[in-house]
Each structure stands twice: as structure tokens, then as C-alpha cells.
């Protein structure tokens, strides 16, 4: 496929213009792409962080919601042992005989004459 015309050969002159032409169009499609490249590109950097700042935004919002739910568990918890607490201390006169028991008891174990022998 030639671009030269059927009207005969042309001269070095012409030939060197219309390399010179095409060369010019080339380097103009060249620098459209490069422009159109980096606009591509800007946008994608754009978009990344964008996506950088939405994905920091839901773990910062996952952050303070387990940290709510963490303290919530906790404050549970808390009070939850602070009811066994209670239950257990319920009756202070009652641990008190339970441990003078036990202090006895433990006296007649260890003492040198038994009296339940």
C-alpha cells in the first residue's frame, strides 16, 4: 500500500517533507496518548484514595464499635461479679461462724489429746 500518486515519482524533496509530516503526526499521537495516560493515571491515583480514605474511615468506625462493645462486656461482667460478690457475703454473720468453726475444728485436729478418741 503505497501513498503515492499515480501521476509519477517525486522528488527527494517531497519524499523528506512528507516523512518529516508524518513523523510531526506521530510524535502529536504520542504526546495525546502520554496526556491521556496520565490523566488515566491521575485518576486512578484519585480513586485509590479515595478508597484509602473510606477504608481508614469504616476501620476507624469499627474501632470505636468494638471498643463500645468491649467496655459494654466489661461493665457486664463487672457487674455480674459484683452480685456473686454479694451473694456470697450475703450473710456476714454466717461467714464469721463458718470460719470460727473451721478455726475449732482445725485446733481439736492438731491438738495432742483428742477427745472424740
Given at each position: 500500500m503505497s501513498n503515492?500518486?499515480?501521476?509519477?515519482?517525486i522528488s527527494v524533496s517531497q519524499a523528506m517533507d512528507r516523512v518529516l509530516a508524518a513523523e510531526?503526526?506521530?510524535?502529536e499521537q504520542i504526546?495525546?496518548?502520554r496526556a491521556d495516560a496520565e490523566q488515566i493515571l491521575a485518576?486512578?491515583?484519585d480513586e485509590a484514595r479515595r478508597i484509602e480514605d473510606t477504608t481508614k474511615q469504616r476501620i476507624s468506625r469499627i474501632h470505636?464499635?468494638?471498643?463500645?462493645?468491649?467496655?459494654?462486656?466489661?461493665?457486664?461482667?463487672?457487674?455480674?461479679a459484683a452480685r456473686v460478690s454479694v451473694a456470697i457475703d450475703y450473710e456476714p454473720t454466717r461467714s464469721a461462724a463458718v470460719a470460727e468453726?473451721?478455726?475449732c475444728l482445725a485446733r481439736r485436729l492438731t491438738a495432742r489429746s483428742h477427745d472424740d478418741e
Open positions: 503515492q500518486s499515480t501521476s509519477g515519482p510531526g503526526e506521530a510524535q504526546e495525546a496518548c485518576a486512578a491515583r470505636v464499635a468494638l471498643h463500645a462493645r468491649t467496655a459494654a462486656q466489661i461493665r457486664s461482667m463487672r457487674r455480674k468453726a473451721a478455726h
